[in-house]
């Protein structure tokens, strides 16, 4: 397979074109949905040398797997708090373990494949933009209780790093990492392929019949018998299952990226680490391409946006950080729809018999998509029952457009939060 070498190129179309669903078809197990946690099924279940097909609407990676910031490190989007009083604490640590667990699986699955154009770069900075005295306890903490060891980078450590007066304290991750993840996606597809797996692009469901020993799944050139199927398309699910559906939010998040730019991103971006800040309506960043780029991403939307407004804000942003970065050009935005779910933990489980789903993975980084497939493939192949452990985060009902409503709101309540905490030190 020919990979671009620019991440400009890499994000805009795949490479290799897969066919459409045409005819009948019979599998083991049909996986609706080719963004991270559908692939990562797949390709353990090819690898236990089970019949396999992926059916994806669009391009592999085509939604918010393949158009993300490409951060992979442990934990979820949820409060430990919010964890714990669902799961209990030994619940909890088992969520915690499963995250890291889903990290280390990106990490030895990117090594072991040796997949091109995915340039993995160690370290994960999550920067404080106030002071924050009980920094150094939270690190403890999570050393104490959780075995996991952070770096604490006082102010003046954390300025030679990122040349900012924005940025007061940071934790940093030494084992998380950031990646691109088309490629990923395209490393993963590449190899259920190799191993026998089949996946049909341009190939949406249509109609799901899943009562009964044998599933069948209808696209407009064809269908799909099959004796399971797995659920895992996130964002952009639509009504093919409405339980699914009735169970998400779909939330547009926004990334951009730079002109080949490296002198000048040197001069206020001194580490290759990927950098998230700690507002809850925050910005994540990162230098690509061997650090001639600078990608940032951040805003979200109930609904898509206009891009070149969201792009204007997110530049705001960058230069609110980095008022060098001014005149810094900007060569290309996207969006991508995320699924969130209320309870603002991903839901991982069993729907009814021969049936499973993997979604609403938004705000948790990459190491969710990859656990959850891994879960899910060994509840298929009867070799664990882990998937259990994500059990007390169910299909719970988002309210429909009430619920949009209330998510935009908080969102919106979260940013004057954020603004009226730094008033004090901008």
Do not use: C
Request: no cysteine; aromatic share 8%.
């Amino acid at each position: 397979m020919d990979y671009p070498q620019t991440y400009y190129r890499q994000s805009l179309a795949e490479t290799r074109a897969r066919p459409a669903l045409s005819g009948r078809h019979e599998t083991g197990t049909l996986i609706i949905g080719g963004g991270l946690a559908g692939l990562t099924t797949a390709l353990e279940l090819a690898r236990a040398g089970q019949s396999v097909t992926v059916i994806e609407a669009h391009q592999v990676g085509f939604g918010a797997s393949g158009r993300n910031g490409g951060f992979v490190g442990p934990g979820y989007a949820a409060g430990d708090d919010t964890i714990t009083r669902h799961a209990g604490t030994d619940g909890a640590r088992r969520l915690w373990d499963l995250s890291v667990e889903g990290m280390e699986h990106i990490r030895q699955t990117i090594t072991a494949l040796d997949m091109p154009g995915v340039a993995p770069e160690t370290g994960v900075l999550s920067v404080r933009r106030h002071d924050d005295p009980g920094l150094k306890s939270a690190r403890d903490q999570m050393a104490r209780e959780l075995n996991y060891h952070l770096d604490y980078l006082p102010t003046e450590e954390l300025r030679s790093l990122l040349r900012s007066r924005r940025y007061f304290q940071a934790l940093r991750d030494g084992n998380a990492f950031h990646i691109h993840p088309l490629n990923y996606l395209r490393g993963l597809a590449a190899e259920i392929e190799r191993l026998g797996g089949t996946i049909f692009e341009q190939s949406p469901a249509t109609e799901a019949h899943l009562a009964g020993p044998e599933k069948r799944v209808v696209s407009p050139g064809g269908e799909i018998r099959a004796e399971r199927v797995v659920l895992t398309t996130g964002g952009y699910t639509d009504g093919l299952v409405p339980r699914l559906r009735r169970s998400m939010l779909q939330i547009a998040t926004y990334v951009m990226l730079s002109e080949p730019a490296p002198d000048r991103l040197a001069q206020v971006i001194a580490t290759r680490h990927a950098v998230g800040d700690n507002r809850r309506a925050g910005d994540y960043y990162r230098l690509v391409e061997n650090g001639t780029r600078l990608l940032w991403g951040g805003r979200i939307t109930t609904r898509a946006a206009d891009i070149p407004g969201i792009t204007r804000q997110l530049r705001h942003e960058m230069v609110t950080v980095y008022p060098e970065l001014a005149d810094l050009r900007t060569e290309l935005a996207w969006s991508g729809l995320m699924a969130y779910a209320r309870h603002l933990m991903p839901q991982v489980g069993r729907m009814g018999p021969g049936v499973w789903h993997a979604t609403a993975f938004g705000g948790h980084g990459l190491n969710t998509t990859a656990i959850a497939g891994k879960v899910v493939a060994e509840d298929i192949l009867g070799a664990s029952d882990r998937i259990q452990a994500f059990a007390p985060f169910g299909l719970t009902w988002t309210g429909g457009a009430i619920g949009l409503l209330a998510a935009q709101l908080t969102y919106w309540k979260l940013q004057t939060q954020d603004w009226w905490r730094e008033r004090a030190v901008a």
